[in-house]
């Protein structure tokens, strides 16, 4: 069972950039694609965007121009950069694998978009 581990989080100004990560236990290869989701307060858990094995990727439209998704296979990890932040951007950022029959998720790491 590959685990998943989220870092990168942290406090950052309107305007300003993160780059998340997710460092997999295991070959990230296996999986057909692999995700970024985001839980706001109050709010449903929504897609941010994926990437599959071959490094297509989607957006949902609200985080097109604005984020990025990219995959090193060799270390067995997913990246989110995230320029432009809002203050609406504030979340708990978790990366998905679709291993099992509900999924795989990390912990969840914080973001927070604040002046």
């Known amino acids: 069972q590959v685990q998943l581990v989220e870092s990168g989080g942290g406090l950052v100004q309107p305007g300003g950039s993160l780059r998340l990560s997710c460092a997999a236990s295991g070959n990230i290869l296996g999986f057909n694609y692999m995700a970024w989701y985001r839980q706001a307060p109050g709010k449903q858990r929504e897609l941010v965007a994926l990437i599959t094995r071959g490094g297509i990727t989607n957006y949902a439209d609200s985080f097109k121009g604005r984020f990025t998704i990219s995959r090193d296979n060799a270390k067995n990890t997913v990246y989110l950069q995230m320029n432009s932040l809002k203050p609406e951007d504030t979340a708990v950022y978790y990366c998905?694998?679709?291993?099992?029959?509900?999924?795989?998720w990390g912990q969840g790491t914080q973001v927070t978009v604040s002046s």
């Open positions: 998905y694998l679709p291993q099992g029959p509900g999924g795989t």
